[in-house]
């Protein structure tokens, strides 16, 4: 991206839509692109976000009444404090193209192309997210650009090919770019793995450290000495009983069969979401982008309220729910171990390299149940012959079973591992089509059927054998689907390791929805409306109890026994330090 012009809104596009990019898994066995992505965004993003955030001005301006500049100032005052000045600056230099360009009613799709953010290769259709002109979409395009023409020259600019040249930009740029590539926490002064600081891969991640500045102090480790001085293992339980001089670690956690959570996953593990009050105007405010700058540092992803992970309360709706927090409530001595080792575009291919972020020592650690889920990515893609480039079952064989056997060379003796099935999608097309997108629900005007032939246009799509009106396609991706979920299967039946048991269970989307619907809910309303792609937080929240029951009534060892110290825990030592 070497033209100046391609800068405008590059950030929004990061903020807005950086999941589009990174759900779908690159060419088999290769890390998924996100971590380039801030840094030379492609094309077909770049059009998605210009488009994004043009139709969010004119709606704006729409909605209260205004002009189309007023509509921009209005929309940077809405950003956090610390980055108004670059919305500022973007405005001043493009606003007024892009107002000429609505205010001759020239809508989001023309705009774009005429600014040169949406390019089409040869030969190729010109993607649109709403309908046509009357004139028809080249024609508009044409006139648009000869407007551009009479306009001063956006090459005036002083030339950032990148949102991350942007001096203000280029520090948080550089220390995104540390944690895309490696999946460990940015801020770690002891280098074990764990953080004090929430996002950039920190405890949002992974348990709190409670003392950076030693490596041997982690959570989720067996305790030093019974802790009898200080918390070698961040559960918040140390120290002796005055009444019998007994460590409180050694009378409370000796014998409890203490154990983490671990993930091994995708966006949907990673808790994958853009707020829909993002683009929502009727529902916009300086309130609604409050969280950006938290969201943009953990690559719009959730896991502080995740289905495995999740620890906080809920502020993005529904509430949370999660195993780490039922095995807590189980067992408080595995306060604060945990860890999601998950990321947009995760697969079954590149999960091989994620996994070397884990943190488990085999000889000083406890056991951990690691939940393997990457359950979409191996069928998913947003190539024009997607079929060709989905994961086979030769190829899903290898790769879990490799997995598999890193897992059984660092995790400690008596671990589990749970593989989970992948997801059966067509449940997407038929609860969304043609229900509206928030873009679409101030003028009823885009559905999520348009939001998907779009993506697919641009080659974007986060799953084109899913998002499709082609119900043979369809099919097919699930049947693959299908087929995939059958080599986990035969794995957790076969295959034996040293170190842990291993156990299958299907993805429960179904279960999940019967639930919903007995608590007079509706199947769509447990997908993320901005992309119409992934379980929401309710969902997520549901998905827990299913998971749960099943590991208590068919592998009660997985969880291990209750405490029955647990209110004594509690009494002594309240929260824990929390999280």
């Known amino acids: 991206m070497k033209e100046s012009r391609q ?56 909605w209260h009444n205004s002009t189309v500049k007023a509509a921009v100032e209005r929309l940077c005052n809405y950003i956090p404090e610390k980055l108004q000045g670059f919305c500022y600056v973007l405005a001043e230099l493009y606003g007024p193209h892009i107002a000429e360009l609505i205010d001759r009613e020239m809508n989001a799709d023309v705009v774009c192309h005429s600014l040169r953010l949406c390019k089409q290769d040869p030969g190729q259709l010109l993607c649109h997210l709403y309908s046509p002109p ?61 953080s004090t600081f929430p996002t950039l891969r920190g405890y949002h991640w992974r348990g709190r450290d409670c003392n950076d500045k030693n490596t041997t102090v982690y ?88 289905e495995i992970t999740g620890f906080l309360n809920s502020t993005i709706g529904g509430w949370t729910d999660s195993l780490y927090l039922r095995l807590r409530k189980r067992n408080r001595c595995n306060h604060r171990d ?123 799509s986060p799953c084109s054998g899913w998002l499709t009106p082609n119900e043979t396609l369809r099919n097919l991706t699930s049947e693959r689907a299908a087929q995939l979920s059958n080599v986990l299967k035969e794995i957790a039946r076969s295959e034996k390791f040293a170190n842990f048991d291993i156990f299958y269970m299907d993805f429960p989307l179904r279960q999940t929805a019967e639930e919903w619907r007995k608590m007079g809910g509706e199947p769509w309303q447990l997908i993320e409306p901005v992309d119409g792609f992934h379980p929401n937080q309710i969902a997520a929240a549901l998905g827990t109890g299913i998971i749960w029951q099943r590991a208590l009534h068919e592998w009660p060892q997985v969880l291990g026994k209750a405490n029955p110290f647990n209110d004594q825990i509690e009494a002594i030592f309240k929260d824990q330090g929390g999280h």
């Not at 950086?18 to 759900?23: V, W, Y």
């Not at 490696?182 to 764990?194: A, H, Q, R, Y």
């Not at 983490?260 to 853009?274: E, M, N, R, T, Y």
Request: proline share 6%.
């Open 219 to 306: 959570p989720g480790r067996r305790p030093d000495n019974w802790d009898a001085k200080s918390d070698s293992n961040c559960n918040g339980i140390w120290g002796v009983d005055p009444k019998d001089g007994i460590p409180y670690e050694e009378k409370f956690c000796k014998g409890a069969d203490s154990k983490g959570v671990v993930l091994l996953g995708d966006s949907a593990g990673a808790h994958f979401h853009i707020p829909p009050e993002w683009m929502t105007v009727t529902q916009m405010s300086a309130k609604s982008f409050f969280n950006l700058p938290m969201a943009f540092s953990d690559e719009l992803d959730w896991p502080q309220f995740s």
């Open 338 to 460: 945990l860890q999601n080792i998950s990321q947009n575009g995760g697969s079954s291919g590149n999960i091989l390299s994620l996994i070397k972020s884990l943190a488990r020592n085999q000889l000083l650690d406890n056991p951990a149940i690691v939940i393997y889920a990457t359950i979409g990515n191996d069928v998913c893609n947003g190539e024009r012959d997607t079929l060709a480039h989905m994961t086979t079952p030769k190829e899903m064989l290898s790769n879990v079973v490799q997995a598999l056997r890193y897992l059984d060379s660092h995790l400690p003796n008596g671990s589990h591992v749970i593989l989970t099935g992948l997801v059966d999608g067509r449940f997407l097309w038929d609860n969304l089509h043609d229900r509206y997108h928030p873009l679409g629900q101030l003028n009823k005007d885009v559905t999520y059927s348009q939001l998907y032939t779009f993506l697919d246009c641009l080659q974007v």
């Open 7 to 62: 800068t405008f809104l590059n950030l929004f596009l990061l903020l807005l839509l950086l999941k589009t990019s990174s759900s779908s898994p690159p060419p088999r066995g290769k890390d998924p692109r996100p971590p380039s992505l801030p840094f030379g965004l492609y094309k077909g993003h770049t059009c998605v976000g210009c488009v994004l955030v043009v139709s969010v001005i004119e709606q704006l301006a729409q």
């Open 134 to 194: 009357k004139v028809g979409l080249s024609v508009a395009i044409r006139k648009a650009k000869r407007i551009m023409k009479t306009s001063k020259d956006l090459k005036s600019f002083l030339g950032f090919s990148s949102v991350c040249a942007f001096p203000l930009l280029a520090n948080l740029c550089e220390k995104i770019k540390y944690v895309l590539r490696n999946k460990l926490p940015f801020e770690d002064f002891d280098g074990d793995k764990f």
